[in-house]
């Protein structure tokens, strides 16, 4: 069963675009979305992070778009480089379990062509 | 410097065999994680553990065990390897706060079963 359902599954985007991935979830529980990046060869390590009680949170190139009404959040990667190609994973939990059991979305790979 | 390191980063093993997949992170973290990741799947919780010698099961537990004796350390257990579960096995651990619910990750072992 899929909580959090991801889209596209991968992405091709020109050098100085701008990148979109999204997400999705039906837990209503569900109150911190996290981003995760992924290089080849390496683990998955956080990105960004959001909590409900915001709609937007940016930090450099990197945004968060939240939509709680519609359950759905996005990752902009604005003047996307080609250190950027990597995969992403959108992520979800309830706060309240303390054991921040994530929820993972299926990934999309992002290639930034120079 | 934060770090969760894995046993291995390539292990091949044949069917019917005991693999024994090993984690440390040396972060004093509470929680610990092992997850699978298979392309268009992304990562899904096979086992958690919230204490020592606490265990959860997460969403794929079947034909896996763990292990943990030590807070630094998390073993994952494959009793009897079969070809399906040829995958990337990815630790993570975190802290246990409300508020902070950052996973760290090892670099992954690839395991394949011939």
């Known amino acids: 069963q899929q909580q959090v359902k991801q889209s596209p599954q991968s992405l091709i985007v020109q050098k100085g675009g701008i990148s979109i991935i999204n997400c999705a979830y039906e837990?209503?529980?569900?109150?911190?979305f996290p981003w995760y990046q992924q290089f080849p060869g390496k683990g998955p390590a956080l990105l960004i992070a959001?909590?409900?009680?915001?709609s937007e949170k940016k930090e450099g190139r990197f945004t968060i778009s939240f939509n709680k009404s519609a359950k759905q959040f996005s990752l902009h990667i604005m003047d996307s480089q080609p250190g950027d190609s990597a995969t992403y994973f959108c992520a979800a939990t309830p706060m309240n379990t303390g054991f921040q059991k994530l929820v993972f979305g299926t990934g999309t790979r992002l290639l930034v062509s120079p | 410097d934060v770090k969760v390191t894995q046993s291995s980063r390539y292990l091949v093993k044949r069917t019917g065999e005991k693999v024994f997949l090993e984690c440390v992170q040396d972060m004093d973290h509470e929680n610990m994680f092992w997850y699978r990741q298979d392309p268009g799947l992304g990562l899904r919780l096979i086992y958690f553990s919230y204490d020592v010698k606490m265990k959860e099961k997460g969403d794929i537990p079947e034909g896996y065990s763990v292990s943990r004796e030590k807070k630094e350390r998390f073993s994952l257990i494959l009793e009897s390897a079969s070809t399906n579960q040829t995958s990337m096995y990815l630790c993570a651990s975190s802290r246990t706060e409300v508020s902070y619910n950052e996973q760290f990750f090892g670099p992954g072992t690839r395991l394949t079963v011939l």
């Open positions: 837990n209503t529980a569900f109150d911190y």
């Open positions: 959001i909590r409900p009680d915001v």
